[in-house]
């Protein structure tokens, strides 16, 4: 069965601690996998797609890199406003056009 | 701003009752995409219109319904409301037919059903 899941499910980095967020997937034929920042009480906001493993992504203090099990979004000395929940999402051959998400990884990042 | 409007923001309304949320997708954009977004549940996919037409389902209830109108602006209708309808609504829109790029999302529709 197809999966997306993404770990871990909250992380709390003092400012300037850099960390990784991880995002696995088991899908069959991936077409995509999209990285989106979310506020609290707003929308995702798109950050990344990246489309075959080895693909990497930079964009200011974020990263995204993919494997072909698993992508990792690294942040590099982070600031509070990084805070956000970062939600991964795949798009496979069988989803046609619509997108698998992640559950997400709260992150707290405090000043 | 995403440019991506969605009204109304917050809606109140009781079990069994039919609401309306409202979509208006970027400008030039021609696919607009719903999601539900509940606690337990995350972002599922519910429904994608492209110029008028839909052209993918997802894990959308029969009490649910949706369409998109030549102005390209889209409607979700959800009727015969029970508890757990109780999420955030969002939608979402790309310039293409396809999603390899990406959409942008507005800022949601809170429903609560009391």
């Known amino acids: 069965e197809d999966q997306v899941t993404q770990s871990p499910e909250a992380l709390r980095l003092q400012e300037g601690e850099s960390s990784s967020l991880n995002c696995s997937y088991t899908v069959s034929g991936l077409r995509g996998l999209f990285w989106y920042r979310q506020d609290p009480g707003k929308g995702p906001e798109f950050l990344f797609t990246?489309?075959?493993a080895g693909e990497e992504k930079e964009k200011e203090r974020l990263k995204a890199t993919l494997t072909k099990k698993e992508s990792f979004l690294h942040i590099t000395a982070p600031k509070p406003e990084d805070s956000a929940t970062y939600l991964c999402?795949?798009?496979?051959?069988?989803?046609?056009?619509?997108?698998?998400f992640g559950p997400g990884t709260r992150l707290s990042v405090l000043p | 701003d995403s440019g991506v409007t969605q009204t109304p923001k917050h809606l109140i309304t009781a079990t069994g009752q039919r609401v309306t949320l409202r979509c208006s997708p970027r400008s030039g954009d021609l696919s607009v995409y719903w999601y539900q977004q509940s606690l337990d549940q995350g972002l599922q996919f519910l429904i994608q219109y492209y110029n008028g037409e839909e052209r993918a389902k997802g894990n959308i209830l029969e009490r649910f319904s949706a369409q998109q109108f030549p102005d390209l602006h889209s409607e979700l209708n959800l009727s015969s409301l029970e508890l757990g309808d109780s999420a955030l609504y969002f939608c979402a829109s790309s310039p293409w037919e396809t999603a390899n790029y990406g959409y942008t999302f507005g800022s949601g529709t809170r429903l609560t059903v009391v």
């Open positions: 990246l489309y075959s």
């Open positions: 999402a795949v798009q496979a051959r069988n989803y046609g056009q619509n997108f698998v």
